[in-house]
């Protein structure tokens, strides 16, 4: 059997609050994609040099949006995000993500990040027959020129690593 479960701070659905991060990896990130604001718009994908977050670079994945129904393509997953979750998925549209609890919860977060112009972050625990894997989760939005999203960033970080799932 394998499943997932979201904390309370994740199923809320009231707005982003940096306040929510623990890791600091991806509190650094956040504070990065904030120094690439231009005023009050949203850093572009251009602004984010991917050598400036080597610290983080197997826990970053980049989204396209395609169009603005949204549609979300997986630009560029993290090594570290593809060996834990045991899926390269590199290209393909999320929708058409094989794991159904795996499609659902991106859709709905990307999902969030885009209808609500603004970061979501997210806590949830995921298990199998062996283990339970706590992991954390922020999402950026990325813009073009005129401020539409066209692409998300992401970070996860697995801070407490895995336990043994209790029998």
Known sequence: MTGTKTTAEGEDEGHFHPDLIKAENIR???????SKHHGSN????????????????????FINVTDQSPRFQ????????????????TGIF?????????????????GKVFARREPF???????????????????????DESGQI???????EWPGGSSDRPH
């Open 94 to 110: 999320v929708d058409q993500i094989e794991f159904e609890d795996t499609r659902e919860i991106l859709l709905s977060s990307y």
């Open 121 to 143: 972050w997210i806590e949830r625990e995921t298990f199998n027959e062996q283990h339970v894997y706590v992991y954390e989760c922020l999402i950026l939005p990325l813009v």
């Open 42 to 61: 949203m850093p572009r994908p251009d602004d984010i040099d991917i050598l400036d977050l080597a610290f983080a670079i197997g826990s970053i994945s």
């Open 28 to 34: 650094q990130v956040y504070q990065y994609w904030l």
């Open 150 to 156: 066209v692409q998300l960033m992401s970070i996860l």
């Open 74 to 89: 997986i630009r560029m997953i993290g090594s570290q995000v593809v060996e834990r979750h045991g899926q390269e998925n």
